[in-house]
């Protein structure tokens, strides 16, 4: 695929000490974008590996300028902070990636309030509340992308993990509704998600299946690359898949994007999608606890 040059432009990228988040951030230094890391995490995890000064440095060492954010994604006053220093420190604020996510994926009977206000939290009010503090920036300058990684709404997702798809479904409801009420100021908004589960830090921890039922992070990276590639008035309002927008950008092959060749790609949405298969009850999925990026 032919990546955008985005030379000029400024991200942020919140989870982005890790992971998906970190590649994406690392993809959009390649194309010429300078980057604020926000992520909480500042010293090194025995289990987790990374933190925020180690994907900061992955981009200066790209030729990029890049700011490293302590960010609690449940206080509005450190989202505030975080699009503040962007501005400040790198000048604009041209994409916002919500890429940081909380999961937690059980019962109704087995998910306190607690867990309920910690995924609502960090998933659907984390991406509302960084769109907020953005938007003023972004209609200033007549220019600008969102992009909610969040699935496309499927009711076959709800059971075992309700309080889970509110909040993820919310994302997705803020990518529809703000697409519209910004269009006119040239500002796209969309969701994100895989088709398929992708390697990550929470699908080697919690089991979800191994590495040759997975793709490699790239194809995320590469998807957002994509939806960047269009102006914002030309693609915008969508909940997409990764599949679906490689496709528009001419990527028909995901071969290479496998980990490992054989074995069965588990699929989570889209064709063939196993999505309500996780989390209905008994299983693995019941035996696993929330991870904040």
Partial sequence: MNKPDLTGKVAIVT???RGIGKEIAIELARAGCDVCVAAKTTEPHPTLPGTIFDTRDAILALGRKSI???TNLRE???????VERTVAELGRVDILINNAGALWWKNVADTPLKKFDLVMDVNARAAYGCAYYCLPHMKKQGYGHIIN??????MSMLPGKVAYCISKFGMTIVAHGLATEVRKHNIAVNALWPATIVESQASINFGLGTPKNWRKSSIISDA???I???EPPSLTGRALLDEEVLEMVGVTDFDPYRCEPGGKLIRIAGRSSVASSFGTGA???QKMNPQVK
């Fill in 15 to 17: 989870g982005s000490s």
């Fill in 68 to 70: 490293a954010v302590k």
């Fill in 76 to 82: 509005e006053s450190e989202i505030k902070n975080m």
């Fill in 149 to 154: 990684m969040s699935p496309p709404v499927d």
């Fill in 224 to 226: 957002t690359m994509a």
């Fill in 228 to 230: 960047l590639s269009h």
């Fill in 283 to 285: 299983g693995g999925s």
